[in-house]
T-cell receptor, first 113, second 113 residues
Framework: DVKVTQSSRYLVKRTGEKVFLECVQD?????MFWYRQDPGLGLRLIYF???????EKGDIPEGYSVSREKKERFSLILESASTNQTSMYLC????????????FGSGTRLTVV | AQSVTQPDIHITVSEGASLELRCNYS??????LFWYVQSPGQGLQLLLK??????LVQGIKGFEAEFKRSQSSFNLRKPSVHWSDAAEYFC???????????FGAGTRLAVHP
């Protein structure tokens, strides 16, 4: 089975800090995604990547950036964390989203204080 | 534009009762449809998917879903709910570009003993 690993389950960071959320997948998937999940708002797409060094903005990219230097790793960066970025962050990967769906990581619950 | 609507935000059922979670989609062509489940504090797990063929799809954990093109629906069903089914359920549709999925806002299921 494909495994998607998010490096931290829980993080607490201070306002203004630069925060890195890491995601690694082990099945050579081209496509990787970062979502944030908030109560009542469902999953909102932040950024996605369809190849190494390629990235596309999702629906809510403001305040975030991403990095994909290697195929298996997709990093989400909060340049200057703010309290409104407190959320659950989910990473996903897929070979072909329409045919296979996504494989998700377990999520990182980030609290910014 | 593609969209997914899950009309029920919360549903409560008794253990052993039957379950139906509703999902309506908007998509011009033949849709690729998915149901995911998220246990508390976890990532999303794929329950089942539909992209062609038999309109009744069997999934894991005893779930099934029926695709009804005339109603633009893909409702999830289970004949007898177990307490461990308490979770949040997400319906998704393939968006046709960059392998993206469009997710509904989710339905939270509570199971009473």
């Amino acid at each position: 089975d494909v495994k998607v690993t998010q490096s931290s389950r829980y993080l607490v960071k201070r306002t203004g800090e630069k925060v890195f959320l890491e995601c690694v997948q082990d099945m050579d998937h081209e496509n990787m995604f970062w979502y944030r999940q908030d109560p009542g708002l469902g999953l909102r797409l932040i950024y996605f990547s369809y190849d190494v060094k390629m990235k596309e903005k999702g629906d809510i990219p403001e305040g975030y950036s991403v990095s994909r230097e290697k195929k298996e790793r997709f990093s989400l960066i909060l340049e200057s964390a703010s309290t409104n970025q407190t959320s659950m962050y989910l990473c996903a990967s897929t070979l072909d989203g329409q045919f296979y769906g996504y494989t998700f990581g377990s999520g990182t619950r980030l609290t910014v204080v | 534009a593609q969209s997914v609507t899950q009309p029920d935000i919360h549903i409560t059922v008794s253990e052993g009762a039957s379950l139906e979670l509703r999902c309506n989609y908007s998509y011009g062509a033949t849709p690729y449809l998915f149901w995911y489940v998220q246990s508390p504090g976890q990532g999303l797990q794929l329950l089942l998917k539909y992209f062609s063929g038999d309109t009744l799809v069997q999934g894991i954990k005893g779930f099934e879903a029926e695709f009804k093109r005339s109603q633009s629906s893909f409702n999830l069903r289970k004949p007898s709910v177990h307490w461990s089914d308490a979770a949040e359920y997400f319906c998704a549709v393939g968006s046709g570009g960059y392998n993206k999925l469009i997710f509904g806002a989710g339905t939270r299921l509570a199971v009473h003993p």
